[in-house]
């Protein structure tokens, strides 16, 4: 097994090494008919010089047509001695989904170890929109169809002026009527879906 990882760790360096030498043959090909191209364009003929970059931009090619077939090798052996690893690590399995581990033991028997399920429980969502409470809870956008759990926001309602009224016929006109405005359990409550902002349902205390 240690032979196998040295190998995989070896054909990866080469990997790497190749594509970095390839990386550098294309940029310097892009320089030369780059080059090339601008001393056409100005001299309008052929030099020595040209053909030399020309013969390089040959070599270039040749050489990155040589090292994509050794990449091609190198790369299907490693993929070969990669599933050889996935294969003998099937052997020791870990069942994340159904809680179970298979621990196979040196006899050839497998011991299964089940996971007890969790202690809390799993969150209740409201389907209904017209019976949701008002604070914040999990439901369905009739909107956008996402499971999410609702913003809410509170607003001015009768029952707000109706108590300020109260309070100012009960005498409390030194400001203290305006206290109903500031308790949140004398509002109206609205649900807003925080995905596409649609108003979901809005709670009146009347």
């Not at 707000?160 to 305006?178: E, P």
């Not at 359990?185 to 596409?196: G, I, N, V, W, Y």
């Amino acid at each position: 097994m240690a032979s196998s990882e040295s190998e995989l760790k070896k054909i990866s360096t080469d990997l790497n090494y190749i594509s970095l030498k390839v990386q550098q043959l294309e940029e310097r090909r892009k320089i030369l008919c780059i080059f090339l191209e601008l001393r056409e364009r100005a001299e309008f003929g052929q030099t020595e010089e040209a053909a030399a970059h020309q013969q390089e931009i040959n070599n270039i090619d040749n050489k990155l047509k040589e090292l994509r077939e050794k990449k091609a090798e190198l790369q299907i052996n490693y993929d070969s001695h990669l599933k050889a690893k996935e294969k003998h690590k099937e052997k020791e399995t870990i069942n994340t989904d159904q809680g179970v581990i298979s621990n196979p033991s040196q006899s050839g028997t497998n011991i299964f170890y089940v996971e007890p399920p969790p202690s809390f429980s799993a969150p209740s969502v409201i389907l209904d929109v017209e019976k949701l409470p008002p604070h914040p809870c999990r439901t369905q956008c009739p909107d956008c169809r996402e499971f999410v759990e609702t913003e809410t926001f509170t607003s001015i309602s009768s029952v707000t002026w109706l108590m300020c009224v109260i309070l100012a016929m009960l005498g409390c006109v030194a400001g203290c009527c305006l206290i109903p405005f500031c308790v949140d359990a004398l509002k109206s409550t609205t649900h807003r879906c925080p995905k596409c902002r649609t108003k979901l349902a809005t709670i009146k205390r009347l």
